[in-house]
């Protein structure tokens, strides 16, 4: 249903662009958002943004550095990320909440994919 891909191993002040490409729902209608969870850290909301890409949502370690975007016609969310740090180091979900659900918090999430590594670290 979520495939995430493009992590990777980055230098600090590095960037990387993930993407999500969705399938088997109706893409357009769900908000999409992106989770992170660290080594021995909980799960944590990275980002969010509505069906129509209007309304975007930034956790504040994300604000001013990463960037949420969507391609309906591709069924494709993306997570442009800059200036990274050591501490982004994680693992990145992505996950989609139905049309009718809340919030952005990982309990209005439906779908989850399996997620990609970052790791930044010189």
């Known amino acids: 249903q979520l495939q995430a891909s493009g992590g990777g191993l980055v230098q600090p002040g590095g960037s990387l662009r993930l993407s999500c490409a969705a399938s088997?729902?109706?893409?357009?209608?769900?908000?999409m958002a992106w989770f992170r969870q660290a080594p021995g850290n909980e799960r944590e909301g990275v980002s969010c943004i509505s069906g129509d890409g209007d309304s975007t949502y930034y956790s504040d370690s994300a604000k001013g550095r990463f960037t949420v975007s969507r391609h309906n016609a591709n069924n494709t969310v993306y997570l442009q990320m800059n200036s990274l740090k050591p501490g982004d180091t994680a693992v990145y979900y992505c996950?989609?909440?139905?049309?009718?659900?809340?919030?952005?918090?990982?309990?209005?999430?439906?779908?989850w994919g399996k997620g990609t590594l970052v790791t930044v670290s010189s």
């Open positions: 088997g729902f109706n893409f357009p209608y769900y908000a």
């Open positions: 996950a989609a909440r139905p049309p009718l659900g809340g919030g952005c918090g990982p309990d209005a999430m439906a779908y």
